[in-house]
């Protein structure tokens, strides 16, 4: 739908700049071909970071084409003070496009007015980001809330396929990519609540879904650190009446050692249950 929702915004885009009779019209197409992503939000941030290196480049270009165009030492001073603006204000995604139009001000404009190109240029690339965030808000906009509910499902069911592997199978379990759907989670709910900030609107279970990383991310630090110990340690009697209970597996119980380090196993092991078990009452 992004390649529909990108052909509607340039070509809308196009009309609308023949209507205001520009010169630019490339300039507004390409602003709405970068701006529209997969999401309301990072179109939004797509065409904030282009708007503003559109507007610094602009700005910074014009000053030094009216003291002396194409001059080449005033070409490389005002690449160095278009990148220090842009990272002292962290718009590093600005950057790019900010020297790409300082250069084309400064270099390019042969017959034509810095003043009116830099007007021009800087109300074109304005147009194709709103039109790119309008079209994307209002036509087939992403939905990212069913997504993450999917996501918390998928977390949690891999979670306890994880811990069940381990403590009643005996299985490796790999880590790292618990770890990484984690993330995934984190990042989908990330955007997701961005993209209902700029709708104004609320939804329900979102603080939900926030206590169900929390308590993943601690599920995954316990077990980590059980990984990391020595192996042969076994489950204490209360750990192992749990777990049976939780999962429904059979288990051949060992003797549970008082050592420092079966202590620790057991300890952790406790809390890898009880975060399985606030899964559960959060579902």
Not at 5 to 10: N, P
Not at 60 to 77: D, K, R, V, W, Y
Not at 200 to 225: A, F, P, T, W
């Amino acid at each position: 739908m992004r390649t529909i929702k990108t052909a509607i915004s340039v070509s809308i885009c196009v009309e609308l700049s023949k209507f205001f009779n520009s010169d630019y019209i490339f300039y507004a197409a390409v602003a709405a071909v970068m701006a529209m992503q997969n999401s309301v939000s990072d179109s939004f941030k797509a065409g904030k970071n282009r708007m503003l290196g559109t507007i610094v480049g602009a700005f910074i270009g014009l000053i030094f084409a009216i003291i002396s165009p194409g001059n080449t030492a005033l070409s490389g001073i005002g690449i160095i003070i278009i990148i220090y603006i842009c990272n002292s204000f962290n718009w590093k995604k600005s950057v790019t496009i900010s020297c790409t139009v300082f250069l084309v001000i400064m270099l390019s404009l042969q017959d034509r007015g810095p003043v009116a190109y830099s007007l021009n240029r800087t109300f074109d690339t304005f147009l194709g980001i709103i039109v790119a965030v309008l079209v994307n808000y209002f036509i087939s906009p992403p939905e990212y809330i069913g997504k993450v509910y999917e996501a918390r499902i998928a977390i949690v069911d891999r979670i306890f396929t994880f811990v069940q592997d381990k403590l009643c199978n005996n299985k490796e379990i790999d880590l790292q990519s618990m770890n990484d759907e984690i993330s995934k989670l984190e990042e989908i709910l990330k955007i997701c609540l961005s993209e209902l900030r700029i709708k104004k609107q609320e939804v329900l279970g979102m603080d939900r879904i926030k206590n169900s990383i929390e308590v993943c991310k601690d599920i995954y630090m316990h077990l980590k650190i059980t990984e990391s110990l020595k192996k042969g340690y076994s489950l204490n009697e209360e750990n192992y009446i749990k777990v049976k209970e939780l999962f429904q597996c059979d288990m051949d119980i060992e003797k549970s050692g008082d050592d420092i380090n079966n202590i620790v196993f057991n300890y952790h092991i406790s809390k890898i249950i009880e975060g399985l078990n606030q899964l559960k009452n959060i579902a």
